[in-house]
T-cell receptor, first 114, second 113 residues
Framework: NAGVTQTPKFRVLKTGQSMTLLCAQD?????MYWYRQDPGMGLRLIHY???????AKGEVPDGYNVSRLKKQNFLLGLESAAPSQTSVYFC?????????????FGPGTRLLVL | GQQLNQSPQSMFIQEGEDVSMNCTSS?????WLWYKQDPGEGPVLLIA?????ELTSNGRLTAQFGITRKDSFLNISASIPSDVGIYFC?????????????FGKGTSLLVTP
């Protein structure tokens, strides 16, 4: 049981390049989330999904797109990377119960945009 | 999202000392959570609090959900070197945000042997 996995673990991009971060969970969770973590800022919600085929904006969605084509996968895309998107990205998932169910986090993807 | 005010920002203590950190908010949360993050890893849940006034322990960790539902604290007793890491409080409001979490900025804990 792998839990929540993220690929890649680390990536360097040039300004304007695009990339997709992949999150996969094997716990059959309905809810999935993408957060970014910056120094001194804690974790902030980018986008989330309450089920396959549905996505919604979080606190800091600009510059990102997401897709949830399969229940177990949640993709985060950067169409034109900017230096301000240098951050550590964490994916999380939780069951349908949500309220009294813990969120499980992946190990993170470290992104550097030059 | 609602910003949580977490303090202190960092702590540098000796092994064996007790630690206390807290989190406050101007709005009400239905659930308070405390996470620990080790370097290069994702946050891991330590304690979850679901009811106002609730006091919950997990080994050397004790956390309380404030009566007003606007604050929570975490205590670590008899600290050990492996307690080193960043501790985050997180509040969960309701289903309108897909049960997403609002995080504090973290308390960085260093423990010297």
């Amino acid at each position: 049981n792998a839990g929540v996995t993220q690929t890649p673990k680390f990536r360097v991009l040039k300004t304007g390049q695009s990339m997709t971060l992949l999150c996969a969970q094997d716990m059959n969770h309905e809810y999935m989330y993408w957060y970014r973590q910056d120094p001194g800022m804690g974790l902030r919600l980018i986008h989330y999904s309450v089920g396959e085929g549905t996505t919604a904006k979080g606190e800091v969605p600009d510059g990102y797109n997401v897709s949830r084509l399969k229940k177990q996968n949640f993709l985060l895309g950067l169409e034109s990377a900017a230096p301000s998107q240098t951050s550590v990205y964490f994916c999380a998932s939780s069951s349908l119960a949500g309220f009294e169910e813990t969120q499980y986090f992946g190990p993170g993807t470290r992104l550097l945009v030059l | 999202g609602q910003q949580l005010n977490q303090s202190p920002q960092s702590m540098f203590i000796q092994e064996g000392e007790d630690v206390s950190m807290n989190c406050t908010s101007s709005s009400i949360f239905n659930t308070w959570l405390w996470y620990k993050q080790d370097p290069g890893e994702g946050p891991v849940l330590l304690i979850a609090l679901y009811k106002a006034g609730e006091l919950t322990s997990n080994g050397r960790l004790t956390a309380q959900f404030g009566i007003t539902r606007k604050d929570s604290f975490l205590n670590i007793s008899a600290s050990i070197p492996s307690d080193v890491g960043i501790y985050f409080c997180a509040g969960l409001k309701d289903s309108n945000s897909g049960y997403a979490l609002n995080f504090g900025k973290g308390t960085s804990l260093l423990v010297t042997p």
